[in-house]
């Protein structure tokens, strides 16, 4: 069984740009959900997506969105760059079935905005 | 907005004595609880969770324990293990388990 993989592992943009991470779910899980962790922070939750759509959102901007592909892998993407947005990005993955199933974190990309 | 509070940033313990990490929420509409830990280069992974209807649970070496009208849960690991140090997260969620709060995590140093 993989686990949840992520890609790239170190990004670095400078303001204005965009940049599009990827994450592949565990197999058989049909929820992702994706964070953001700034340095000395904990993990922030950025959105979840279920079956290919938008689940729930947390407090970002709208430059921040998401795709959940039919193999439940997805992306973030993050438009217009900013400096405050380097931070490492996780996702999760899990199977919803209404009660709560452990997400699985895969081990982020490290994004840097210059 | 900080709906979930881990207000001690590290902790170090002596080996076989027992680790008490410490977390606060604010939101009563959370319904679920959990605990995560942290290596450096990984991403974290699930340790032990509580639900809203119980006070206690226990699972070998951890033990989650919720005080829900202090809006207080804690984590204590016995005997603490070298193996034990790491970044712990607590986090809450609604029972809609659509969003999950973290808290901004203690690290903790199990000394040998």
């Known amino acids: 069984e993989t686990g949840v993989t992520q890609s790239p592992t170190h990004l670095i943009k400078t303001r204005g740009q965009q940049v599009t991470l990827r994450c592949s779910s565990q197999s058989g899980h049909n929820t992702v959900s994706w964070y953001q962790q700034a340095l000395g922070q904990g993990p922030q939750f950025i959105f979840q997506?279920?079956?290919?759509?938008?689940?729930g959102r947390g407090n970002f901007p709208p430059r921040f969105s998401g795709l959940q592909f039919p193999n439940y892998s997805s992306e973030l993407n993050v438009n217009a760059l900013e400096l405050d947005d380097s931070a490492l990005y996780l996702c999760?993955?899990?199977?919803?079935?209404?009660?709560?199933?452990?997400?699985?974190f895969g081990p982020g990309t490290r994004l840097t905005v210059l | 907005d900080q709906q979930v509070k881990q207000n001690s940033p590290s902790l170090s313990v002596q080996e076989g004595r027992i680790s008490i990490l410490n977390c606060d929420y604010t939101n009563s509409m959370f319904d679920y609880f959990l605990w995560y830990k942290k290596y450096p280069a990984e991403g974290p992974t699930f340790l032990i969770s509580?639900?809203?209807?119980?006070d206690k649970n226990e699972d070998g070496r951890f033990t989650v324990f919720l005080n829900k009208s202090a809006k207080h849960l804690s984590l204590h690991i016995v005997p603490s293990q070298p193996g034990d140090s790491a970044v712990y997260f607590c986090?809450?969620?609604?029972?809609?388990?659509?969003?999950?709060?973290f808290g901004s995590g203690t690290k903790l140093n199990v000394k040998p």
């Open positions: 509580i639900s809203s209807i119980k």
């Open positions: 999760a993955s899990s199977f919803t079935s209404g009660a709560y199933n452990e997400q699985f």
């Open positions: 986090a809450a969620s609604d029972r809609n388990f659509n969003k999950f709060y």
């Open positions: 997506y279920y079956r290919e759509e938008e689940n």
